[in-house]
């Protein structure tokens, strides 16, 4: 008797879930908003960003340090603590005063002093560009339903930081090739394709590489970042 009571019991609770429209696994999915992989895929998205955004703004790309025992050759001071980037390059004056300029300035992008740079900076800025889009369309993901929209927008921001890296890849090793133009040559000397002669590599193209490096991952955290991980985005495994 008992027995058949409780039977009964389950059935009215599981016709009730059935007349709401609820499935028995919906309330464990409801209560899950946020994907543990998606939130960190967001915040390292938009780390990136601001990394490669810094670092390809700095001019710190080329450095030459002021040489120490040349206090007493005042007239080479402002050519000894020198450094380039994509955009800009600064020098040491008499009065000591670190400036930096913009390759002929603002708007003239043609100044540049070579080809190469040119080339590293359209494609550098290019692939950052496509980076922060993806990374805005990542945090979009956060506040969608799961479901076949939030999928979609996780291929297509994987695909996009996939692209991403190929391009600012692509433009980190286009920038060594102007190392033999004739304004890097008047500071670092002997210089050449690959070759920085007297000067050496800064801490700005360092931290670009590092950012692209990292920014490998981020396609591999897309794939898992939505809420239903019973079937990923089809992205390629690269890793």
Known sequence: MHSLLGREK???????????????GFLPHAA???SCV???WVLLSSAL??????????????VKDQLRNNHHHHHNNNKDSVSFGLLWHCSESLDHM??????????????IPSSSWQTSAVLCSGGCALLAV??????????????????????????????????MAAGLLVYPFGLNSSLVRSFCGDSDIYYAGECQIGWGYMLAIVGVMLTVFLP??????PKEQLSPTPLPTLL
């Not at 059935?11 to 028995?24: H, K, M, Q, T």
């Not at 930096?100 to 708007?107: D, E, I, M, N, R």
């Open 220 to 225: 591999f955290f897309a794939k898992y970042a």
């Open 32 to 34: 899950t908003m946020f």
């Open 134 to 167: 993806s990374s805005l369309l990542a945090i979009i993901t956060i506040f969608l339903p799961s479901g076949g929209c939030e999928r979609r927008i996780c291929t297509l921001a994987g695909y996009m930081q996939m692209a991403a890296v190929f391009i």
């Open 38 to 40: 998606g939130c960190f």
């Open 10 to 24: 389950k059935e009215e609770e599981a016709g009730f879930g059935i007349d709401l429209g609820l499935s028995p």
């Open 98 to 111: 670190y400036r930096c300029y913009t390759f002929g300035g603002l708007g003239k992008f043609a100044e």
């Open 49 to 62: 960003v601001a990394v490669c955004s810094f670092s390809f703004i700095s001019p710190a790309w080329i």
